[in-house]
């Protein structure tokens, strides 16, 4: 659950639902474009087998 609480640490807004029966995924909206973020949604999916669906904004 440590990723988790980083996950909305960095973000303004997350939901998850499922998408396709039997799979979980966590839209994430962020304006963050941070290289270390990938490995952090990478290993997030990886531990929880929820995916993660990114909308990135704008710094505004």
């Not at 039997?22 to 290289?35: I, T």
């Not at 531990?47 to 990114?54: A, L, P, Y």
Request: no cysteine; proline share 0%; hydrophobic share 40%.
């Amino acid at each position: 659950m440590r990723f988790m609480s980083a996950l909305i640490a960095a973000s303004t807004i997350v939901s998850i639902h499922s998408a396709v029966a039997g799979e979980e995924v966590l839209n994430l909206y962020s304006a963050r474009h941070y290289q270390t973020d990938e490995a952090l949604y990478e290993n997030f999916t990886r531990q929880t087998g929820i995916r993660i669906n990114r909308i990135e904004g704008k710094e505004d």
